[in-house]
């Protein structure tokens, strides 16, 4: 299927694909200000390998504990959000591309956007 792009696609570019149909969409929008960034994720429907990887997934959020971090899943468990602050989207990717639900396939699809709060 290729790159898919979301709401807002004229401000998003792809920032990395990895198997298939699966990418990451990223806002290349920049201000100086404020570098928190959203991960926004949907795991693949595989229940129970999901259910073995989640505290490898906590663990990896709290240990690399990255500046201002919230997250959770979504009550249906279908995925979920992370927010943080990096300094730049290349250090951002690089904390997210080392999440284990990454490293062992279980999303479906992914996106990371820079977060300007008001």
Do not use: C
Request: proline fraction near 6%; avoid cysteine.
């Amino acid at each position: 299927m290729g790159l898919q792009f979301g709401p807002g696609q004229q401000n998003s570019r792809p920032l990395f694909s990895s198997k298939g149909d699966r990418a990451v969409k990223v806002n290349t929008h920049s201000q100086d200000s404020a570098n928190l960034f959203v991960y926004f994720y949907f795991n693949r429907n595989d229940p129970e390998k999901i259910r073995q990887i989640v505290p490898a997934h906590i663990k990896y959020w709290k240990t690399a504990n990255p500046k201002d971090y919230s997250g959770g899943p979504f009550r249906d468990r279908t995925g979920g959000l992370i927010s943080f602050a990096a300094s730049n989207l290349e250090e951002a990717t690089k904390i997210i591309l080392n999440d284990p639900f990454i490293q062992e396939d279980l999303i479906e699809q992914k996106w990371i956007k820079e977060w300007i709060l008001d």
